[in-house]
């Protein structure tokens, strides 16, 4: 089991003891961090709390996946790909992804800062399978 921690911020968008990682090993996306905050230390919970960036002309990838997830804007603005249609996204916008709706986040070049956001998801879940539109 493991212990309570504290994960004090560090200023602009850092958190001590909290490095940014790669998003994922391969897949069509681009420019984008994550950072887990619980989930990766054996805590004994059902969700997994991860911060990512997603830089100007950055993208995460379009995928769905069985299990659901939230995610909430913590920095910048952006849009999301939801079923094909897009929708801008601000700060404090909070995002439920149904299971199998299919989903992307960007970031539009012209994009004055990163696109941050917090995204809470089950602890045991599926591997997303790529999606497409048109």
Same mark, same amino acid.
């Given at each position: 089991?493991?212990?309570? #921690?504290?994960? =004090?911020?560090? *200023?602009?968008?850092?958190?001590?003891?909290?490095?940014?990682?790669?998003?994922?090993?391969?897949?069509?996306?681009?420019?984008?961090? !994550?950072?887990?905050?619980? *989930? &990766?230390?054996? &805590?004994?919970?059902?969700?997994?709390?991860?911060?990512? +960036?997603?830089?100007?002309?950055?993208?995460?990838?379009? +995928?769905?996946?069985?299990?659901?997830? $939230?995610?909430?804007?913590? #920095? *910048?603005?952006? &849009?999301?790909?939801?079923? $094909? !249609?897009?929708? =801008?996204?601000?700060? *404090? @916008?909070?995002?439920?992804?149904?299971?199998?709706?299919?989903?992307?986040?960007?970031?539009?070049?012209?994009?004055? &800062?990163?696109?941050?956001?917090?995204?809470?998801?089950?602890?045991?879940? @599926? !591997?997303?399978?790529?999606?497409? $539109?048109?």
């Amino acid at each position: 089991m493991s212990a309570s #921690r504290l994960l =004090p911020h560090a *200023g602009g968008f850092r958190w001590a003891g909290v490095e940014p990682t790669a998003y994922k090993d391969s897949g069509d996306f681009r420019e984008v961090t !994550r950072r887990v905050f619980v *989930g &990766e230390k054996g &805590e004994p919970t059902a969700f997994h709390v991860r911060y990512f +960036e997603v830089a100007p002309g950055g993208f995460t990838t379009l +995928e769905r996946h069985e299990h659901a997830h $939230c995610v909430v804007v913590m #920095r *910048g603005s952006g &849009e999301v790909v939801l079923d $094909c !249609r897009t929708h =801008p996204m601000s700060f *404090g @916008d909070v995002l439920y992804v149904a299971p199998w709706e299919s989903h992307q986040l960007r970031n539009p070049v012209s994009a004055a &800062e990163p696109f941050g956001f917090l995204c809470i998801v089950d602890a045991r879940r @599926d !591997r997303p399978v790529n999606a497409s $539109c048109g």
